[in-house]
């Protein structure tokens, strides 16, 4: 079995971004040259997540809508309480929809759906560097 660790970082423009990270993902997967296999992508964050969604602005904008209103910027979070930096909700947010992802790969390739790309979602109330990991395993 081989593994190959690659990881790079995306500059985020805060809240609400969707940042497509489809590209790099392959890429490593490419380099990584594992014929069959699976690849973990994962954000090293509490206030982002990674995810699989179509690359659809009306999509992306419904996502948003609904984490808004499971988490919404008004409601009273003890995190702000406690640490007084006012993004409970992104805490909440990336708690639902997770840090990572595992997907196949087979004949060196990522196994993707037609429409499906990979985004790193920032839900952080103000711009940050996020360092996104890919590990390829096979």
């Known amino acids: 079995m081989v593994c190959k660790f690659y990881s790079f970082e995306f500059r985020t423009s805060g809240e609400d ?3 497509d990270v489809t ?18 992508v994962s954000v090293r964050s509490t206030t982002s997540s990674i ?6 602005s009306g999509l992306k904008e419904d996502i948003r809508e609904a984490l808004r ?9 003890r995190h702000n309480e406690a640490w007084h930096d ?3 909700r992104s805490h909440v947010k990336a708690a639902l929809t ?3 992802i595992t997907l196949p790969v087979t004949g060196s390739r ?3 759906g037609q429409w499906q790309s990979i985004f790193l979602l920032e839900f952080d109330v103000k711009s940050r560097t996020r360092t996104v990991d890919v590990v390829v395993v096979g």
Do not use: H, R, T, W
């Open 86 to 88: 006012e993004n409970g």
């Open 98 to 100: 997770g840090q990572g």
């Open 23 to 40: 590209k790099d993902v392959l890429q490593c997967v490419e380099q990584s040259s594992i014929l069959e296999g699976i690849a973990s």
């Open 51 to 56: 995810l699989v969604c179509e690359n659809e």
């Open 17 to 19: 971004d969707f940042v």
């Open 110 to 112: 990522l196994l993707m």
């Open 69 to 77: 209103k499971i988490a919404p910027s008004e409601k009273k979070y």
